[in-house]
Antibody, heavy 120, light 107 residues
Framework: EVQLLESGGNLVQPGGSLRLSCAASGFTFTTYAMSWVRQAPGKGLEWVSGISGNGGSTYYADSEKGRFTISRDNSKNTLYLQMNSLRAEDTAVYYC?????????????WGQGTLVTVSS | EIVMTQSPATLSVSPGERATLSCRASQSVSSNLAWYQQKPGQAPRLLIY???ARATNVPARFSGSGSGTEFTLTISSLQSEDFAVYSCQQYSNWPLTFGGGTRVEIK
Protein backbone atom coordinates (compact mmCIF):
# COMPACT_ATOMS: atom_id res chain seq x y z
CA GLU A 1 0.00 0.00 0.00
CA VAL A 2 1.35 3.40 -0.99
CA GLN A 3 1.77 5.77 1.93
CA LEU A 4 3.05 9.33 2.05
CA LEU A 5 3.54 10.89 5.46
CA GLU A 6 4.41 14.56 5.71
CA SER A 7 5.92 16.21 8.75
CA GLY A 8 7.63 19.42 9.75
CA GLY A 9 4.78 21.87 9.53
CA ASN A 10 4.70 24.48 12.27
CA LEU A 11 4.07 28.08 13.23
CA VAL A 12 6.96 30.26 12.06
CA GLN A 13 7.58 33.99 12.03
CA PRO A 14 7.82 35.94 8.76
CA GLY A 15 11.33 35.66 7.39
CA GLY A 16 11.88 32.33 9.09
CA SER A 17 12.72 28.91 7.71
CA LEU A 18 11.18 25.46 7.86
CA ARG A 19 12.00 22.06 6.38
CA LEU A 20 9.19 19.72 5.44
CA SER A 21 9.68 15.98 5.04
CA CYS A 22 7.63 13.32 3.31
CA ALA A 23 8.31 9.69 4.12
CA ALA A 24 7.22 7.37 1.31
CA SER A 25 6.51 3.66 1.37
CA GLY A 26 4.76 0.98 -0.66
CA PHE A 27 6.33 1.75 -4.03
CA THR A 28 9.75 2.00 -5.68
CA PHE A 29 10.56 5.55 -4.65
CA THR A 30 13.40 6.13 -7.12
CA THR A 31 11.14 5.41 -10.09
CA TYR A 32 8.76 8.29 -9.57
CA ALA A 33 8.97 12.04 -9.66
CA MET A 34 7.47 13.73 -6.63
CA SER A 35 6.00 17.16 -5.99
CA TRP A 36 4.87 19.48 -3.25
CA VAL A 37 1.43 21.05 -3.66
CA ARG A 38 -0.04 23.52 -1.21
CA GLN A 39 -3.48 24.80 -0.35
CA ALA A 40 -4.02 28.05 1.51
CA PRO A 41 -7.03 28.15 3.84
CA GLY A 42 -10.23 28.21 1.80
CA LYS A 43 -8.30 28.41 -1.48
CA GLY A 44 -7.48 26.15 -4.41
CA LEU A 45 -4.52 23.89 -5.03
CA GLU A 46 -1.17 25.42 -5.96
CA TRP A 47 1.77 23.39 -7.24
CA VAL A 48 4.97 24.44 -5.47
CA SER A 49 7.85 22.29 -6.66
CA GLY A 50 8.75 18.98 -8.28
CA ILE A 51 11.75 16.69 -8.53
CA SER A 52 12.62 13.81 -10.84
CA GLY A 53 13.06 10.27 -9.59
CA ASN A 54 16.85 10.44 -9.44
CA GLY A 55 16.83 13.99 -8.09
CA GLY A 56 18.69 15.34 -11.10
CA SER A 57 15.95 17.70 -12.24
CA THR A 58 14.02 20.14 -10.11
CA TYR A 59 11.17 22.49 -10.95
CA TYR A 60 9.64 25.42 -9.10
CA ALA A 61 6.69 27.73 -9.30
CA ASP A 62 7.84 31.26 -10.10
CA SER A 63 6.84 32.64 -6.70
CA GLU A 64 9.02 30.09 -4.88
CA LYS A 65 12.16 30.25 -6.98
CA GLY A 66 15.13 31.16 -4.85
CA ARG A 67 13.29 30.72 -1.55
CA PHE A 68 12.35 27.04 -1.63
CA THR A 69 14.56 24.04 -2.36
CA ILE A 70 13.21 20.58 -3.11
CA SER A 71 15.38 17.52 -2.60
CA ARG A 72 15.08 13.80 -2.00
CA ASP A 73 17.07 11.08 -0.29
CA ASN A 74 16.34 7.90 -2.20
CA SER A 75 18.23 5.81 0.36
CA LYS A 76 15.68 6.94 2.96
CA ASN A 77 12.63 7.11 0.64
CA THR A 78 12.11 10.68 1.77
CA LEU A 79 11.21 13.91 0.01
CA TYR A 80 12.08 17.32 1.45
CA LEU A 81 11.14 20.95 0.99
CA GLN A 82 13.42 23.57 2.51
CA MET A 83 11.54 26.84 2.82
CA ASN A 84 13.38 30.08 3.57
CA SER A 85 12.30 33.73 3.82
CA LEU A 86 8.78 32.66 4.62
CA ARG A 87 5.92 35.08 4.08
CA ALA A 88 2.38 35.24 5.38
CA GLU A 89 1.14 34.14 1.95
CA ASP A 90 3.04 30.86 2.33
CA THR A 91 0.55 29.84 5.02
CA ALA A 92 -1.06 26.65 3.74
CA VAL A 93 -1.41 22.91 4.06
CA TYR A 94 1.50 21.38 2.18
CA TYR A 95 0.95 18.03 0.48
CA CYS A 96 3.53 15.74 -1.02
CA UNK A 97 2.29 13.90 -4.07
CA UNK A 98 3.51 10.97 -6.17
CA UNK A 99 3.56 11.05 -9.95
CA UNK A 100 1.17 8.60 -11.59
CA UNK A 101 3.41 7.41 -14.39
CA UNK A 102 6.71 8.45 -15.87
CA UNK A 103 6.14 11.26 -18.32
CA UNK A 104 2.82 12.42 -16.93
CA UNK A 105 3.04 14.78 -14.01
CA UNK A 106 -0.30 14.01 -12.46
CA UNK A 107 -0.61 12.77 -8.93
CA UNK A 108 -2.22 9.49 -7.95
CA UNK A 109 -1.24 9.45 -4.29
CA TRP A 110 -1.17 12.31 -1.83
CA GLY A 111 -0.15 12.59 1.79
CA GLN A 112 -2.50 13.88 4.46
CA GLY A 113 -0.77 17.27 4.46
CA THR A 114 1.19 19.30 7.00
CA LEU A 115 0.15 22.79 8.07
CA VAL A 116 2.57 25.69 7.78
CA THR A 117 1.50 28.92 9.44
CA VAL A 118 3.56 32.05 8.91
CA SER A 119 2.62 34.68 11.44
CA SER A 120 4.17 36.94 14.05
CA GLU B 1 2.56 30.26 -17.06
CA ILE B 2 -0.61 28.61 -18.28
CA VAL B 3 -3.69 29.91 -16.49
CA MET B 4 -6.49 27.40 -15.87
CA THR B 5 -10.00 28.82 -15.48
CA GLN B 6 -12.87 26.70 -14.19
CA SER B 7 -16.55 27.41 -14.45
CA PRO B 8 -18.90 27.69 -12.80
CA ALA B 9 -17.43 28.39 -9.38
CA THR B 10 -20.38 26.63 -7.77
CA LEU B 11 -22.79 24.15 -9.32
CA SER B 12 -26.02 23.20 -7.55
CA VAL B 13 -27.29 19.81 -8.63
CA SER B 14 -29.89 17.37 -7.35
CA PRO B 15 -28.86 13.76 -6.66
CA GLY B 16 -29.30 11.65 -9.76
CA GLU B 17 -28.88 14.58 -12.12
CA ARG B 18 -26.04 15.17 -14.55
CA ALA B 19 -23.25 17.65 -13.75
CA THR B 20 -21.04 19.29 -16.34
CA LEU B 21 -17.92 21.15 -15.23
CA SER B 22 -15.68 23.21 -17.51
CA CYS B 23 -11.98 23.97 -17.51
CA ARG B 24 -10.27 26.33 -19.94
CA ALA B 25 -6.54 26.76 -20.50
CA SER B 26 -4.97 30.07 -21.53
CA GLN B 27 -3.01 28.21 -24.21
CA SER B 28 -3.09 24.73 -25.64
CA VAL B 29 -2.18 21.91 -23.26
CA SER B 30 -2.99 19.20 -25.82
CA SER B 31 -4.50 16.35 -23.75
CA ASN B 32 -2.27 16.93 -20.74
CA LEU B 33 -5.15 17.64 -18.40
CA ALA B 34 -6.19 15.99 -15.14
CA TRP B 35 -9.20 16.28 -12.85
CA TYR B 36 -9.21 15.85 -9.08
CA GLN B 37 -11.95 15.57 -6.48
CA GLN B 38 -11.46 16.97 -2.99
CA LYS B 39 -13.71 16.67 0.04
CA PRO B 40 -13.36 18.84 3.17
CA GLY B 41 -10.36 17.92 5.29
CA GLN B 42 -9.10 15.40 2.75
CA ALA B 43 -6.32 15.29 0.19
CA PRO B 44 -7.27 15.49 -3.49
CA ARG B 45 -8.15 12.30 -5.35
CA LEU B 46 -7.16 11.80 -8.97
CA LEU B 47 -10.19 11.11 -11.18
CA ILE B 48 -9.12 11.69 -14.78
CA TYR B 49 -5.79 12.11 -16.58
CA UNK B 50 -4.85 12.53 -20.22
CA UNK B 51 -8.13 14.46 -20.48
CA UNK B 52 -10.29 11.33 -20.65
CA ALA B 53 -8.59 8.37 -18.95
CA ARG B 54 -10.19 7.31 -15.68
CA ALA B 55 -7.82 6.64 -12.81
CA THR B 56 -7.90 3.36 -10.92
CA ASN B 57 -11.16 2.63 -9.09
CA VAL B 58 -12.92 5.72 -10.42
CA PRO B 59 -16.57 4.94 -11.21
CA ALA B 60 -17.71 5.02 -14.82
CA ARG B 61 -20.14 7.86 -14.09
CA PHE B 62 -17.12 10.19 -14.22
CA SER B 63 -15.94 11.06 -17.72
CA GLY B 64 -13.61 13.62 -19.17
CA SER B 65 -13.39 15.12 -22.63
CA GLY B 66 -11.70 17.86 -24.58
CA SER B 67 -8.30 18.83 -25.90
CA GLY B 68 -6.32 21.94 -26.59
CA THR B 69 -7.85 24.63 -24.41
CA GLU B 70 -11.37 23.42 -23.59
CA PHE B 71 -12.12 20.52 -21.28
CA THR B 72 -15.17 19.06 -19.58
CA LEU B 73 -15.73 16.76 -16.63
CA THR B 74 -19.13 15.09 -16.65
CA ILE B 75 -20.71 13.23 -13.76
CA SER B 76 -23.57 11.35 -15.35
CA SER B 77 -25.74 10.76 -12.29
CA LEU B 78 -24.67 12.46 -9.09
CA GLN B 79 -24.41 10.31 -6.00
CA SER B 80 -24.31 11.68 -2.46
CA GLU B 81 -20.58 11.01 -2.22
CA ASP B 82 -19.88 13.14 -5.32
CA PHE B 83 -20.63 16.46 -3.65
CA ALA B 84 -17.17 17.96 -3.41
CA VAL B 85 -14.77 20.41 -5.05
CA TYR B 86 -13.35 19.49 -8.45
CA SER B 87 -10.11 20.93 -9.78
CA CYS B 88 -8.38 20.65 -13.14
CA GLN B 89 -4.60 20.61 -13.61
CA GLN B 90 -2.46 21.01 -16.69
CA TYR B 91 0.79 19.16 -17.02
CA SER B 92 1.80 20.27 -20.48
CA ASN B 93 4.22 22.97 -19.33
CA TRP B 94 6.16 23.91 -16.24
CA PRO B 95 5.07 25.30 -13.90
CA LEU B 96 2.18 22.94 -13.38
CA THR B 97 -1.02 24.87 -12.74
CA PHE B 98 -4.42 24.14 -11.26
CA GLY B 99 -7.77 25.74 -11.85
CA GLY B 100 -9.53 27.49 -8.99
CA GLY B 101 -12.03 24.67 -8.54
CA THR B 102 -15.75 24.09 -8.96
CA ARG B 103 -17.81 23.29 -5.89
CA VAL B 104 -20.62 20.82 -6.59
CA GLU B 105 -23.31 21.25 -3.97
CA ILE B 106 -26.65 19.67 -3.26
CA LYS B 107 -29.55 21.55 -4.77
Amino acid sequence: EVQLLESGGNLVQPGGSLRLSCAASGFTFTTYAMSWVRQAPGKGLEWVSGISGNGGSTYYADSEKGRFTISRDNSKNTLYLQMNSLRAEDTAVYYCAKQLIVGATVFDYWGQGTLVTVSS
Amino acid sequence: EIVMTQSPATLSVSPGERATLSCRASQSVSSNLAWYQQKPGQAPRLLIYAASARATNVPARFSGSGSGTEFTLTISSLQSEDFAVYSCQQYSNWPLTFGGGTRVEIK
